[in-house]
Antibody, heavy 118, light 112 residues
Framework: EVQLVQSGAEVKKPGESLKISCKVS????????IVWVRQMPGKGLEWMGI????????RYNPSFQGQVTISVDKSISTAYLQWSSLKASDTAMYYC???????????WGQGTLVTVSS | DIVMTQTPLSSPVTLGQPASISCRSS???????????LSWLQQRPGQPPRVLIY???NRFSGVPDRISGSGAGTDFTLKISRVEAEDVGVYYC?????????FGQGTKLEIK
């Protein structure tokens, strides 16, 4: 069974750093791209970036380039999304998903809620 | 970036009646490989999104056949032939033809 399990909710202060995770199981981690999607409170979905775990090839949405870093650890089948200096505007739910069949996001994590507040 | 525009943004529907959502892209979604990477996703309240339809009209595993997709080029439609209570949520079209991948604004389906 394909599963993407994300790390738990985080509450951080502006300026702090953060790394959230997405651990996958049930398929070959290195064979499918992983995407990160942001959903701000009460808003729609935004594609942040994508990484191929096989070779760490990464593409960012220009809107998020330089704001976040996407990475993987193949040894533990885990993808990461990290910030070096959070802002209040980073408050959102973040989802990881697999880019699979027909170039669609066929399996999703449960989401990680990040709250940034002083 | 390819802009995806959905209409309507809100759709109150009576149980058992049909529903239809349109999605228009700012440029053709036909990829150089000949495929059209247009998907439809559903997000039920409090849940992560899930895929319903990929490559315009292909139903994902477990999606009932009362849900269908159609269209070509820049104009696409999601249809639900008979709305059930479990269909309540927000529906998004999404293109994966060109980076950055983009979503429509979402259409909220609610029961009258």
């Amino acid at each position: 069974e394909v599963q993407l399990v994300q790390s738990g909710a985080e509450v951080k202060k502006p300026g702090e750093s953060l790394k959230i995770s997405c651990k996958v199981s049930g398929y070959s981690f290195t064979s499918y791209w992983i995407v990160w999607v942001r959903q701000m409170p009460g808003k729609g979905l935004e594609w942040m970036g994508i990484i191929y775990p096989g070779d760490s090839n990464t593409r960012y949405n220009p809107s998020f380039q330089g704001q976040v870093t996407i990475s993987v650890d193949k040894s533990i089948s885990t993808a990461y999304l990290q910030w070096s200096s959070l802002k209040a505007s980073d408050t959102a739910m973040y989802y990881c998903a697999r880019l699979g069949l027909g170039e669609t996001f066929d399996y999703w994590g449960q989401g990680t809620l990040v709250t940034v507040s002083s | 970036d390819i802009v995806m525009t959905q209409t309507p943004l809100s759709s109150p529907v009576t149980l058992g009646q049909p529903a239809s959502i349109s999605c228009r892209s700012s440029q053709s979604l036909v990829h150089s490989d000949g495929n059209t990477y247009l998907s439809w996703l559903q997000q039920r309240p409090g849940q992560p999104p899930r895929v319903l339809i990929y490559k315009i009209y292909n139903r994902f595993s477990g999606v009932p056949d009362r849900i269908s997709g159609s269209g070509a080029g820049t104009d696409f439609t999601l249809k639900i032939s008979r709305v059930e209570a479990e269909d309540v949520g927000v529906y998004y079209c999404m293109q994966a033809t060109q980076f950055p991948y983009t979503f429509g604004q979402g259409t909220k389906l609610e029961i009258k």
